[in-house]
């Protein structure tokens, strides 16, 4: 299953702003709900280009526990589900990505595809009640 395209569409114009955010003033500027929409962008692109191994590959437990630290604050059950399921795979291992690698079927087929639509969905609706 795939997200639907307003959706897609949406993460990936608020995604952009955010990073154009960044490269105009640091990324210390972010609100927390922007951290959090470039957090799960990030994940989305990585995972769509190249699989969660890409995203562990390219970006490393750091930037996984970035996406779990933005997550905190937030009112995000499906996003909060997704990640505990993804810890369970990857646990505390010291490379991520091969794990990641390892898992069969891999992770964006059975974890991120059921939950991507409803994640976004939920980050949508959080940044358009405070907007």
Known sequence: MFMPWDLEDWLTEAGGRVVQKMAD????T???EEQ???EVWLFDTETRNGGVSQYFGNRGIEQWRSLRTAAESQNLPRLKQFMDEV???IGEAADPYAVSLAVSPPIEEVYWRSHQTGIVEELRRM???RD
């Open 25 to 28: 003033c640091g990324h210390k």
């Open 30 to 32: 972010l609100t927390p």
């Open 36 to 38: 959090l929409i470039y």
């Open 87 to 89: 810890d369970l795979l």
């Open 127 to 129: 940044v358009s009640e």
